[in-house]
């Protein structure tokens, strides 16, 4: 990338695409030749779109020509964007990373996805992914794992997991991505960039293949914290074709960050989050990121939440129940491909989930793992009543070898644990990279704020960052 | 030995909506004889990534049936995802409500004062339409989506009916009030009403397995359907002595043609829908206020309309034939000075002309007519000479032919008091 300044955010790019340093047509060229480079090796695109975005281009550099205010109008004008491959392109192929869908070409685009082309983003092409976004690695995926770009031994993290890669490895500057466990701040912290996971309603899912409906939540990986503002902006708001969005104002986030943090700023951290959590590197990044919150200021408080042990259970029993219905489309009859295409993840779920629902068992399992939600939900809303954000690790380790864990379902399962709670809340929460290990491996932490309060998260996740790296 | 034996019968009734939209996408609702697939987008397709969006009027009226069969509203309420396979459902689920329907605990009064309890009247979508046919020498089935996501509206009443003729008589003042309501047409012949009956017998407290019949497609073969099934189920429990179990419910089908009931597929196992709530729509909160406000406006209701009208003096066979015929009902309203019963009973034998001045009309009619003997008897003895059959009949015993007799002279007379008339005929009939 010759022309292009480091590091290669959406802001650095839009500068000088204003300052006419750059062409967007030069852009779309610099990310496509890097993806031809990298791409066999990381497996992070699954679709490439370079002719519809070569010729984007080019109408879009004859824009510029003519009407240079067009980045008033359209924030993300020229801006590359990939699409985890959940996310509905019409007339692109849309696989979800399954087999069942290996052929499926959408006749029609998802709400983000089309906020984001009327912002002015040119789609490069469709991200990897686990399949239906099952999965922590990004190995459930039907078409190869995606690899780790700070070391290729390593998973990149899931299901988001080309969005993640890609990102690091500069393939794109932003690309989107699905939180329903995890998938999104797992991934961004096993790769180093930050995932942003908006509040349960806060973007809209229609027009994105659905995992679990009430825990889906629809965010994006970026270069940085003021990106991920940006791309926030234009994503968010209430949808009427969602039932599920809320009616809201969106506030401008990018003018709300460098905002100073409120008097008597106060992160928690719950004990329950360090029970258990013996991983060097983890216990490092976290002590690291303690000392940036005590330079900016902020008061540390130990808090409880004490259902926390449970909330790997009521996910794993909520999340299958609504997998084995939102797969129930895929019969065979429609999509060229009959349900033998499903993995073993998938058809573990579908299990999983048919089980809890039949009758007789349905108080049993998923009548109480509703009640457990409930219980979580009323943790948090105890503990924002005395904090303004929670600190926790991201995941109990960082990344880890490819097939190191593809035999063992549960521990797979276990990893969630710092991020599902989250889902089951509805919670916004942002992963942050802190540095990385002794095996170039990158390390994070998690912010967690209360719901539909984005700009407070983001707001403190700026200047965090700017304390750590001096963004 | 006579058993005593009571038909015991429930009725699911299922009631298309006729809303502008479909149920949970913007696209039309009407979709007869509608070219097949024309009517269709991601939503009612069931396409990946697509979600439901509730239509408000549908569950307005929803509500608004509910109010008027005298339900309780549930305040708190939402949809359920049922679960099943076949190729007509896009989704692998329907879109309905199970634990907390929009309306439960209703009722509707039989002519006879009997009150026949609703369970609940709930709202769901429709299904898309399967077509078997042949395509180039191939014998293949076509899947017509326009109806797929159709607001339905089903209406279930609890075993309270105990013959044919009173599961006639609920079903036709449920037509008529859903059709009132101005909500649906209810066109039987289109499928926007579709009953399914569920009926077993008590036999001297003994009960016969339930049987649900299917494929009535009007309240006649309804009619014929419930009697065969019920001579059928008696016949088979005098051979057999099988009584009803928690596992032994079986469908049926009808055959109009043959006039029979035949079994459908056995059902071995209690269905299994795996219900649970639709995480897509957010959970109903149904206002006080809105139930209040729709209540306000309700149309009044054709049993509403004949007991009002019996109230103020009109025959109750009278009423019944006026309660449907608006004109009727604007020309009793507007002249509530005028005896009611009168007038309704002038209406209804088309002695008024509605287009008219009723006031002179009806004051022509009720003034005493001509009671002088000596201007009477010729036009009488006209009227007897023009019916020699009239006076056979009436010397044989056929008294009620008087009235024809009466109506003959007093047209001839252009007008005359009846009473007078009556004595004077009976006094030359002898």
Known sequence: MTKMDQPKTIHHLLADLKAKKISVTEIVADYLAEIAKQNGELNAFLTIAAEEAKAQAKAADATIAKDPAIFTQKPLFGIPVGHKDLFLTRGLKTTAGSKVLANYIPQYSGTVVKKLENAGAITLGKLNCDAWAHGASGENSDFGPTKNPHNLDYVPGGSSSGSAAAVAADLLPFATGTDTGGSIREPANFCGVVGLKPSYGRVSRYGIVAMASSLDSIGHLTHDVHDAAAVLEITAGKDPFDATTVVLPVPRYTKLLDQPLGKNFKVGIAKEYLEGLTDPDVLASLAVAKEALAELGVELVEISLPHTKYGIAAYYIVQPAEVSSNLARYDSIRYGNTRAGFGDEAKRRIMIGTYTLSAGYYDAYYLKAMKVRTLIRRDFDQAFGQVDAILSPTSPTPAFKLGQNTNDPLSMYLADIYTVTANLAGLPGIALPTGKNKNNLPLGIQFLTAQYTEEKLLNLAYHFEKTLHGK | ?430
């Open chain 2, 1 to 430: 030995m006579e058993n005593k034996i009571t038909p015991i019968i429930g009725l699911e009734v299922h009631v298309e909506l006729t809303t502008k939209s479909k149920m949970f996408c913007a696209c039309p609702a009407d979709h007869f004889s509608k070219k097949p697939n024309s009517q269709t987008c991601p939503v009612c397709l069931g396409l990946p990534g697509a979600l439901p969006v509730p239509n408000q009027q549908a569950i307005e009226d929803t509500l608004k049936i509910g109010l008027a069969l005298n339900c309780q509203i549930n305040e708190n309420t939402h949809f359920d995802r049922k679960q099943y396979f076949y190729p007509d459902l896009p989704k692998g689920y329907q879109i309905s409500q199970y634990d907390q329907p929009l309306c439960r605990d209703g009722y509707l009064t039989l002519d006879s004062g009997k009150k026949i309890r609703l369970l609940r009247v709930h709202l769901e979508e429709d299904t898309g339409k399967l077509q078997h046919t042949v395509l180039d020498g191939q014998k293949v089935s076509l899947i017509d989506f326009n109806r797929s996501g159709v607001p339905l509206v089903e209406i279930v009443s609890e075993p309270d009916i105990a013959s044919s003729t009173e599961a006639k008589e609920y079903l036709k003042k449920i037509h008529a009030i859903v059709r009132q309501l101005g909500v649906t047409t209810a066109d039987m012949e289109k499928g926007q009403m579709r009953l399914e009956p569920t009926v077993n017998l008590n036999i001297d407290g003994h009960f016969t397995p339930l049987v649900e019949l299917k494929n009535i497609n009007s309240f006649n073969f309804a009619v014929a359907a419930l009697e065969y099934e019920i001579n059928r189920q008696l016949g088979e429990w005098q051979k057999t002595g099988v009584e009803k179990t928690k596992s032994n419910k079986t469908t049926r089908g009808y055959d109009s043609v043959k006039k029979i009931t035949f079994p459908q597929r056995e059902k071995e196992e209690a269905k299994d829908y795996r219900y649970f709530p639709e995480p897509d729509i957010p959970p109903l909160v149904i206002s006080p206020s809105l139930v209040e406000e729709i209540r306000k406006n309700l149309p009044q209701l054709p049993e509403a309309i004949i007991s009002e009208l019996i109230a103020s003096g009109v025959k109750p066979a009278d009423a019944k034939i006026l309660s449907k015929d608006k004109t009727a009902l604007t020309a009793l309203e507007v002249n509530s000075d005028l005896d009611q019963g009168k007038l309704a009973n002038f209406i209804v034998n088309k002695k008024i002309d509605l287009s008219g001045d009723i006031k002179s009309q009806f004051a022509k009619l009720t003034q005493a007519g001509e009671t002088d003997t000596a201007k009477l008897i010729p036009i009488i003895d006209q009227v007897l000479q023009e019916n020699p059959k009239v006076i056979e009949e009436y010397k044989k015993g056929k008294t009620t032919v008087l009235g024809f007799l009466i109506g003959q002279v007093i047209r001839a007379a252009k007008d005359a008091d009846a009473k007078t008339v009556s004595t004077l005929l009976v006094e030359k009939l002898k």
